[in-house]
């Protein structure tokens, strides 16, 4: 079982920037990949990147050059740097995590989110 708490929202202006986190915390094989999705009132969850353990990433088109996910394996922590925030932005933020939690087991975690703001 997998617990993923995210940090890091908040109220920020167009153009400026936050850095969310997320740590998963209980007992697994391992976690095989992890990222963000992101839920405006009105619109679907959608992906915003992931990233693999061993390091490939997938970034959404609308944040590619604006946003970085990183990831510390030691730590079991998943980072999202959003710079050039902009109000379409607005969202509530959901860490994921696929974890490998016997042979041939695999399940999907989700965070309960995190809510970022930009006003214009």
């Known amino acids: 079982q997998v617990h993923l708490v995210e940090s890091g929202g908040g109220l920020v202006q167009a153009g400026g920037s936050l850095r969310l986190s997320c740590v998963a915390s209980?007992?697994?094989?391992?976690?095989?990949?992890m990222g963000w999705y992101r839920q405006a009132p009105g619109h679907e969850r959608e992906l915003v990147a992931v990233i693999t353990d061993g390091g490939t990433i997938n970034y959404a088109d609308s944040v590619k050059s604006r946003f970085t996910i990183s990831r510390d394996n030691a730590k079991n922590t998943v980072y999202l740097q959003m710079n050039s925030l902009q109000p379409e932005d607005t969202a509530v933020y959901y860490c994921?995590?696929?974890?490998?939690?016997?042979?041939?087991?695999?399940?999907?975690?989700w965070g309960k989110g995190s809510l970022v703001i930009v006003s214009s």
């Open positions: 209980g007992s697994v094989w391992s976690i095989n990949e």
């Open positions: 994921t995590a696929e974890c490998l939690e016997a042979r041939d087991y695999v399940m999907d975690y």
